[in-house]
T-cell receptor, first 115, second 115 residues
Framework: AQSVAQPEDQVNVAEGNPLTVKCTYS??????LFWYVQYPNRGLQFLLK??????LVKGSYGFEAEFNKSQTSFHLKKPSALVSDSALYFC?????????????FGTGTLLAVQP | NAGVMQNPRHLVRRRGQEARLRCSPM?????VYWYRQLPEEGLKFMVY????????ESGMPKERFSAEFPKEGPSILRIQQVVRGDSAAYFC?????????????FGPGTRLLVL
C-alpha cells in the first residue's frame, strides 16, 4: 500500500535561516509527489509537485523539493525562511494503484519561523 | 479565474440532523475529490467523482454518507443523521482533464460541528 511519512511534527527555524521539512514515501511503482501548505482555518495551497524529470523541483514562494529515489524521500526546502512561512505543511503521494487520482497525505509538519 | 468554492464555510448541526456540503470546482475542471480532516490529523480521501459518475468511493463510510456531482450544479457531500464523530473539516478539490490533471486544487473547506 502507498504511504507517506512526515517524521517531524514541528520544525522550528529562525528567520533568514534555511529550512527543511522532511517527507519519505512508499509506493509500488513510480510516485507522483506533492507539497501543500495550509494556513490556519484555510484550505490547502499547492506548492509544487514531482511527476518526472529533474529531481529538483521549484515551486511557489521560493520553495523547492528534491526527489531522491534511492532514499525514497521528497524533502521540502527553502534557502531563507520568512516569518510568513509559518504554517502546516503536508506531503502527499498519488495512489497509482488504480483508475483514481486520490492523494495520500502525511500527517503534516508545523513550521514555526521565529523572527 | 475563481478557485474552488465551498459552502457553507461553517456548519453547525445537532445529532441526527442532515448536513449538505457543496463544492463548485474551478472553471474547466471535471474531476472532484472530497477529503476529511479530523482534528490534529492529516487529510483522508473520501470520494472521487466526475460528472454524473462516482469513480472511487473507497474512503467513504458505508452508511450515512453519500456524494454526487450532477451534470449541472455543484458537487454535494451529504451526511445523514450526523453524529459527534462527524465533526471535522471537509475539503473539496478539483483537477482538470488532460494537462495538469495530476494536480488537485483545494477549496477553503467546510467546518462541520455536530452538537
Amino acid at each position: 500500500a502507498q504511504s507517506v511519512a512526515q517524521p517531524e511534527d514541528q520544525v522550528n527555524v529562525a528567520e533568514g535561516n534555511p529550512l527543511t521539512v522532511k517527507c519519505t514515501y512508499s509506493v509500488s511503482g513510480n510516485p507522483y509527489l506533492f507539497w501543500y501548505v495550509q494556513y490556519p482555518n484555510r484550505g490547502l495551497q499547492f506548492l509544487l509537485k514531482y511527476i518526472t524529470g529533474d529531481n529538483l523541483v521549484k515551486g511557489s514562494y521560493g520553495f523547492e523539493a528534491e526527489f531522491n529515489k534511492s532514499q525514497t524521500s521528497f524533502h521540502l526546502k527553502k534557502p531563507s525562511a520568512l516569518v510568513s512561512d509559518s504554517a502546516l505543511y503536508f506531503c502527499a503521494v498519488r495512489d497509482i494503484g488504480g483508475a483514481t487520482n486520490k492523494l495520500i497525505f502525511g500527517t503534516g509538519t508545523l513550521l514555526a519561523v521565529q523572527p | 479565474n475563481a478557485g474552488v468554492m465551498q459552502n457553507p464555510r461553517h456548519l453547525v448541526r445537532r445529532r441526527g440532523q442532515e448536513a449538505r456540503l457543496r463544492c463548485s470546482p474551478m472553471k474547466g475542471h471535471s474531476h472532484v475529490y472530497w477529503y476529511r480532516q479530523l482534528p490534529e490529523e492529516g487529510l483522508k480521501f473520501m470520494v472521487y467523482l466526475q460528472k454524473e459518475n462516482i469513480i472511487d468511493e473507497s474512503g467513504m463510510p458505508k452508511e450515512r454518507f453519500s456524494a454526487e456531482f450532477p451534470k449541472e450544479g455543484p458537487s454535494i457531500l451529504r451526511i445523514q443523521q450526523v453524529v459527534r464523530g462527524d465533526s471535522a473539516a471537509y475539503f473539496c478539490a478539483s483537477s482538470p482533464f488532460g494537462l495538469d490533471q495530476e494536480t488537485q486544487y483545494f477549496g477553503p473547506g467546510t467546518r462541520l460541528l455536530v452538537l
